[in-house]
């Protein structure tokens, strides 16, 4: 059985796609609805899937997804740490952790040290995946074996992985694209146009790139599902929440704080990380002023524009 910890789009869609495999348990914290999570409007909940508030009942499955924001994770390894021992472990997290500067893979493995970790990331909307539209993911483990075998269990007719062993690169790309689509959605929502945002997905690439690649991932990654992949889509819809919240940054419209922004966290992140290796991230740290609006958007973007000219 497969046991998916937290209720909210994401961990509500994979349910609803993983039934096709096997039953499942997904369970939340708090759940005040039946039959539909009103995140999820339109989208039934199969009969194979348990929802509960019982932690012991999910945390009895031997594979677990872990569907929890990048920000709360920590807390709840904290908490749970022990009780994942000797599981199959995968984050579906994107993020980097402002308190460790790490992705959930480094948090995972050091709660759960003989837990098999793996990384499930690519460029995917909770609604496409709930609704059975065709989507492919990157599956990221060390173990190729242990990969091998999440592969099988994880996927279904039409949501297909692929399997890597760059857990850093996989991760990586995940979550630095968050940070790139909010940079996007704010050239939109300041009427700059479609070629500033191009200039903006493609410098912001080899932003990803670059950082990735001092971290240890291979650069044939951040090519792939996890990083390419991902980053053209969040970049190119409204579907996704870090595009919008730029969209709102760059027409200086209202946004709802109790919407979740991964990229706006991972941007400070990102900023903390530049100033302890010495990495040149230009547009991770007007992001980052940007989401705390330490900075207007007329000035981030003449600060962008006025950087020397150089060789791409």
């Given at each position: 059985m497969i046991g998916i910890l937290g209720a909210g789009a994401f961990g509500t869609a994979l349910a609803v796609a993983l039934t096709a495999n096997r039953p499942v348990t997904l369970w939340g914290r708090r759940i005040d609805w039946q039959g539909e999570n009103p995140r999820l409007p339109g989208v039934a909940m199969p009969d194979a899937v348990t929802v509960t508030q019982d932690l012991d009942a999910a945390l009895a499955c031997d594979t677990i997804l872990l569907a929890l924001p990048a920000q709360a994770l920590g807390s709840f390894l904290d908490e749970q740490g022990p009780r994942l021992a000797g599981k199959a472990l995968v984050s579906t997290a994107k993020g980097i952790d402002l308190q460790h500067?790490?992705?959930?893979?480094?948090?995972?493995?050091?709660?759960?040290?003989?837990?098999?970790?793996?990384?499930?990331?690519?460029?995917?909307?909770?609604?496409?995946?709930?609704?059975?539209?065709?989507?492919?993911?990157?599956?990221?483990?060390?173990?190729?074996?242990?990969?091998q075998v999440l592969q099988d269990r994880l996927s279904t007719p039409v949501l297909r992985l692929y399997r890597t062993t760059d857990v850093t690169g996989a991760e990586l790309g995940g979550a630095l694209k968050n940070v790139i689509a909010i940079a996007a959605g704010t050239v939109i929502g300041a009427g700059l146009g479609d070629s500033?945002?191009?200039?903006?997905?493609?410098?912001?690439?080899?932003?990803?790139?670059?950082?990735?690649?001092?971290?240890?991932?291979?650069?044939?990654?951040?090519?792939?599902?996890?990083?390419?992949?991902?980053?053209?889509?969040?970049?190119?819809?409204?579907g996704s929440r870090n595009f919008r919240f730029g969209c709102a940054i760059g027409s200086g419209s209202a946004w709802d704080s109790a919407t979740t922004v991964e990229g706006a966290a991972t941007a400070r992140a990102l900023a903390l990380m530049a100033a302890r290796d010495g990495l040149d991230l230009p547009i991770a740290a007007m992001v980052a002023r940007l989401a705390e609006g330490r900075v207007s958007v007329e000035k981030a973007m003449d600060h962008l524009l006025s950087r020397p000219l150089k060789e791409e």
């Open positions: 500067l790490t992705g959930p893979s480094a948090l995972i493995a050091q709660a759960a040290p003989d837990a098999v970790v793996a990384v499930l990331t690519g460029p995917s909307f909770a609604a496409d995946i709930a609704r059975g539209l065709p989507t492919a993911l990157t599956l990221a483990c060390a173990d190729g074996a242990a990969a500033a945002r191009a200039a903006i997905i493609t410098r912001g690439f080899a932003e990803m790139t670059r950082l990735a690649i001092h971290l240890g991932a291979r650069p044939e990654t951040l090519t792939g599902l996890s990083g390419l992949g991902d980053l053209t889509l969040t970049c190119t819809s409204a």
